[in-house]
């Protein structure tokens, strides 16, 4: 903060305040008001160049407390708030992240669950009742047989005898009754991960079913 000076001459009238643009002269003679305005000025001048001298990176002020343009800083204030901006935003990037993940990997694995839906049903309309070798393992048995209830693993390739890769929990009801007659079959499946899970069937975006006909003819 620099200095104030105020000098009075209670005879003369004289006043001077730093910072201040004016000087009054009550009274007095212009010979001695002009040697009082020099004088004060002098001195002014020297309390100037004292408030100034500063050590290197110290932030300046002047008398009414805002900062020297010439060396400007940030105040603790400044970097607090600053820092907590930037703590709030770095929080609700991850947190966001953090979903687009895991939307991602739901997304990803309903597709897959998809695809296996699409191969199962596809290899039963061409071979309904067929139990050859390649069905022994098939995850979708035979339909030519009254309905069948049943939960087990399936692989991308449709067969439960898989030992790696991924695999997946397979619900399905297959079979002829009444309603379809002895030359259709209803095919309902359920899929969904991970392996060993219970059904979430409260949540329709961890797992993918279909439901559909089969012509046996």
């Not at 000087?23 to 004292?50: F, V």
């Amino acid at each position: 903060m620099r200095s104030i000076l105020i000098a009075n001459q209670s005879r003369e009238g004289f006043t001077l305040a730093a910072g201040a643009s004016d000087w009054s002269y009550p009274c007095g003679t212009p010979g001695d008001q002009g040697r009082e305005h020099n004088r004060l000025k002098e001195s002014r001048h020297s309390l100037d160049q004292r408030d100034h001298r500063f050590e290197p990176g110290l932030t300046i002020m002047n008398a009414f407390g805002s900062r020297d343009p010439g060396k400007a800083s940030f105040t603790l204030v400044e970097v607090v708030l600053a820092l907590g901006i930037f703590t709030f935003v770095l929080v609700t990037v991850l947190a966001l992240l953090s979903v687009a993940l895991r939307t991602n990997k739901e997304s990803s694995d309903q597709i897959q669950a998809a695809n296996i839906a699409s191969l199962l049903v596809a290899a039963r309309r061409s071979a309904p009742t067929n139990a050859g070798v390649y069905f022994s393992t098939f995850a979708l048995p035979n339909l030519n047989q009254s309905m069948v209830t049943n939960t087990t693993t399936v692989g991308l390739d449709g067969t439960t005898n898989t030992t790696t890769g991924t695999t997946y929990n397979l619900y399905y009801v297959a079979g002829t009754n009444q309603t379809t007659g002895p030359n259709m079959a209803d095919v309902y499946l359920l899929i969904w991960r991970p392996l060993g899970a219970e059904m979430p069937t409260n949540n329709p975006s961890a797992y993918y079913e279909l439901s559909t006909q089969v012509s046996l003819q």
